[in-house]
T-cell receptor
Framework: SQQGEEDPQALSIQEGENATMNCSYK?????LQWYRQNSGRGLVHLIL?????REKHSGRLRVTLDTSKKSSSLLITASRAADTASYFC???????????FGKGTKLSVKP | NAGVTQTPKFQVLKTGQSMTLQCAQD?????MYWYRQDPGMGLRLIYY???????DKGEVPNGYNVSRLNKREFSLRLESAAPSQTSVYFC?????????????FGQGTRLTVV
């Protein structure tokens, strides 16, 4: 079964609002990554957070990681219509050597 | 830099036909991956290669074979295509052994098996 599971499956907000997506995983990890996918395109890397980090920022993105709860959240602040996309978390489980993705959250930002 | 190049972009196969999806990266990455993406299922790992000369099964390997031809190239073969293999296939690569870095993706292959 998939290592990462995002929540919610779909999220619809107005431009200017904040969007929060959550990811839960099952085993110990080296790091956790978030990706974005526009419809019909390949995935684009957004941010990587290591297992010894608790929070990381990149522009309007804020990622938190709680290894005790095996969960992460991605916050997009002041969202824009151009943020409309699907967002995936990916985990790099220790001793596995691969990246496992969740099912994603489909974000719709309405102008 | 081209990044990750995947071919073909589109393919229609008849049930039972075979084909090979090609993937090449020019970033000197150790790790390469093949995923399939189906509606509502996210990306599922088919096979991966942590280094040249090694390949391992992922979550959904049945019906597929792979070859890590050299450090640059990682191909995915469908020996006898089935309608259940209709999907979008993505190749990706990343640096690192142990802790993996950012993965770079190809643009995908949209495969339909009729």
């Amino acid at each position: 079964s998939q290592q990462g599971e995002e929540d919610p499956q779909a999220l619809s907000i107005q431009e200017g609002e904040n969007a929060t997506m959550n990811c839960s995983y099952k085993t110990s990890i080296n790091n956790l990554q978030w990706y974005r996918q526009n419809s019909g395109r390949g995935l684009v890397h957004l941010i990587l957070i290591r297992s010894n980090e608790r929070e990381k920022h990149s522009g309007r993105l804020r990622v938190t990681l709680d290894t005790s709860k095996k969960s992460s959240s991605l916050l997009i602040t002041a969202s824009r219509a151009a943020d409309t996309a699907s967002y995936f978390c990916a985990t790099d489980a220790r001793s596995q050597g691969n990246l496992i993705f969740g099912k994603g959250t489909k974000l719709s930002v309405k102008p | 830099n081209a990044g990750v190049t995947q071919t073909p972009k589109f393919q229609v196969l008849k049930t039972g036909q075979s084909m090979t999806l090609q993937c090449a990266q020019d970033m000197n990455h150790n790790s390469m991956y093949w995923y399939r993406q189906d509606p509502g299922m996210g990306l599922r790992l088919i096979y991966y290669s942590a280094s040249e000369g090694t390949t391992d099964k992922g979550e959904v390997p049945n019906g597929y074979n792979v070859s890590r031809l050299n450090k640059r190239e990682f191909s995915l073969r469908l020996e006898s295509a089935a309608p259940s293999q209709t999907s979008v296939y993505f190749c990706a690569s990343s640096m690192g052994q142990g802790a993996l870095g950012e993965a770079f993706f190809g643009q995908g292959t949209r495969l339909t098996v009729v």
